[in-house]
């Protein structure tokens, strides 16, 4: 090979489009199902009302990032319990291993957004362009007026719901009802509109271009799905012992020393990334089973029995038999299941049984002291009381360890002689030095406690209180 052929030579093949072809089946079904319920919960719940009292917004979830809060029906999680969220995010992650070990790829096949969304996207390209056949002629075609009004008239959809995709998000971070009254009046701020810009044009190139490379190059979880599957993981199959040879066959002929495989490629042709089941498990398959609708039609046609590709095992598929559900109770998912389910259960406790009032008190660092002319110490601190309930509530601070001679708050005036005064849903700060005689101890721990005036609600912290410099 001379240097101009190896100039010209091509290193990388261009990615080449798929055009998913339309199937019928029980597969086929439930992702319709399961489209038409994720799209309604995403949709729906945004307006969906809880009543938390007249301090706190009705919205039943709700990510609150001007107040800092989030709010999910009866659960409010404070930015200081950003740990339950991280063990939230830990259970999630436990939960899809458990469920890939059992039935395989099927958050990939049925729910992950990516497919939701590209499902409907190609649907609304079906309805206006045709099917399989017809869009590949199309796109092959010259660009004619019918062409031009077919893919304006998609790309204008696929726009449309991009917005509503967009628009339904910011819903969960801003009051759905208010600002649906800002949009319809055109008076929503930069920072919502940007969002629903960004979000439109995201879902418009991930559904509408991305599609399967999403799943086979930017989405982690293709490459580390290995790890979960074992012999006994639900998962596509091709049964080749039952298959090969494949090969055409005409009605009438026997099927003695052939297989049932009439190399149709029906397969193919409706899979969502353009896979060929028949070469064995794949990274970019993602277990929506449209394959197993298609070849089950073709078997009914050419009157074989179904599941030449089936939900199976690889250990079934190999020994011939059907799925014993005993296997699914497996050394692997009983450690998934059980490790999910504690921490599930520890979420969920620590959720529901979260303390309502919080005190947090610093020692001021400099000084740590001071000697006042008539021999006291005074020792300052910075007092944060977290009010999580929905009332204004009045606190009474006792400071306990010490004899305290007297106490000063500078600076703020929720404080009278009642206590100190936090309003609903909110951090009181404060401002207190306490006076007391010099101790023995160079530190010694005092605690403060806060308690609701009405009622047994109450809290405390051990600090500490400096008399003098450390002894050396």
């Not at 660009?143 to 204008?156: Q, S, Y």
């Not at 930017?218 to 091709?238: K, N, V």
């Not at 009439?262 to 896979?275: A, F, L, R, S």
């Amino acid at each position: 090979m001379n240097l101009e052929d190896r100039g010209q030579e091509k290193l990388f093949e261009k990615q080449a489009q798929i055009y998913p072809q339309r199937v019928w089946g029980t597969y086929r079904k439930l992702k319709w199902i399961a489209m038409t319920v994720l799209f309604a919960i995403y949709y729906a719940v945004p307006w969906i009302r809880w009543d938390r009292g007249p301090s706190a917004p009705d919205q039943a979830v709700l990510i609150d990032m001007h107040g800092r809060r989030a709010y999910f029906f009866f659960i409010e999680i404070w930015p200081q319990e950003v740990y339950y969220l991280a063990a939230i995010l830990i259970f999630s992650a436990l939960m899809l291993f458990a469920v890939t070990s059992l039935f395989g790829r099927v958050w990939c096949g049925y729910t992950c957004p990516q497919t939701v969304w590209t499902d409907l996207f190609v649907w609304v390209e079906r309805i206006v362009q045709g099917d399989r056949n017809a869009r590949l002629r199309l796109d092959h075609g010259k660009w004619t007026f019918n062409k031009i009004w077919k893919k304006l008239l998609t790309h204008i959809l696929w726009i449309f719901i991009g917005v509503t995709t967009g628009g339904a998000w910011v819903f969960y971070f801003n009051d759905a009802y208010v600002l649906w009254d800002q949009i319809i009046h055109f008076d929503i701020s930069w920072d919502v509109g940007g969002w629903i810009v960004a979000l439109t044009a995201s879902t418009y190139i991930m559904a509408g271009f991305a599609r399967e490379q999403v799943c086979t190059y930017m989405c982690p979880y293709a490459r580390f799905q290995s790890a979960m599957f074992d012999e006994d993981t639900l998962i596509i199959g091709y049964d080749e012992t039952r298959g090969e040879e494949r090969g055409k066959h005409k009605k009438g002929t026997s099927w003695d020393d052939r297989g049932d495989c009439i190399d149709c490629k029906q397969c193919v042709n409706v899979c969502p990334t353009g896979i060929d089941i028949r070469d064995g498990l794949q990274m970019d398959c993602i277990a929506c089973g449209l394959c197993v609708d298609a070849c089950n039609n073709i078997m009914d046609k050419i009157d074989r029995p179904r599941g030449l590709i089936r939900y199976d095992t690889l250990r079934h598929i190999e020994e011939g038999t059907t799925v014993v559900w005993q296997h699914f109770l497996r050394p692997r998912t009983i450690f998934y299941i059980v490790l999910f389910s504690i921490l599930g259960g520890l979420v969920f406790y620590g959720l529901t049984h979260r303390a309502l009032l919080e005190l947090h008190v610093s020692h001021d660092r400099n000084p740590l002291f001071v000697k006042m002319s008539d021999g006291r110490i005074r020792n300052g601190y910075d007092i944060k009381i977290l009010n999580k309930t929905h009332k204004d509530h009045l606190y009474k601070l006792d400071v306990s360890g010490i004899e305290v001679l007297d106490q000063k708050f500078r600076g703020v005036a929720d404080v009278s002689k009642k206590g100190l005064f936090v309003f609903a849903n909110s951090i009181g700060q404060f401002k207190l030095f306490i006076f007391s005689n010099e101790q023995k101890e160079q530190r010694k721990n005092v605690v403060f406690k806060v308690k609701e005036v009405n009622d047994e609600t109450e809290a405390d912290q051990t600090t500490i209180f400096i008399s003098r410099k450390k002894d050396r």
